[in-house]
């Protein structure tokens, strides 16, 4: 016999199995699944969730660095687009730390020629 299901009151919909959320705090909108993936590095920790939002499902990917709370990252993507995501992470495991760097840049260079062009 399974156990009843539980719905998250945000959204009305029952939460899945792999739901880990206590949805009596009033912030706790979404259903979330237990970190997956997870990577701990000698700098941080960056993992990846299942998430349940009221916007829909979203795969999360975070990550934060040991020595910097002020260094942390946070991607939410709808799951169609998480494929292309996890295939862009696979590209870049050959990649040297210097190589990541300049990627970094680039993306950082790249947001601030488009700021203010949103329309």
Do not use: F
């Not at 959320?21 to 993992?47: F, I, P």
């Not at 260094?71 to 040297?96: F, M």
């Not at 970094?104 to 020629?113: E, M, N, Q, V």
């Amino acid at each position: 016999m399974s156990a009843p299901a539980r719905t998250n009151p945000h959204t009305g919909r029952d939460c899945p199995d792999w739901c880990q959320t206590d949805h009596a705090e009033k912030y706790q909108t979404s259903c979330v699944g237990s970190g997956t993936a997870g990577l701990r590095m000698e700098l941080g920790n960056v993992w990846a969730r299942a998430m349940i939002t009221p916007d829909g499902p979203r795969v999360s990917v975070n990550g934060s660095a040991w020595d910097d709370p002020h260094r942390s990252a946070y991607v939410e993507a709808e799951p169609w687009y998480a494929e292309q995501l996890a295939t862009l992470v696979e590209l870049l495991a050959d990649a040297s730390p210097e190589r990541h760097r300049m990627l970094a840049a680039g993306i950082r260079r790249a947001a601030a020629d488009l700021a203010g062009q949103e329309t």
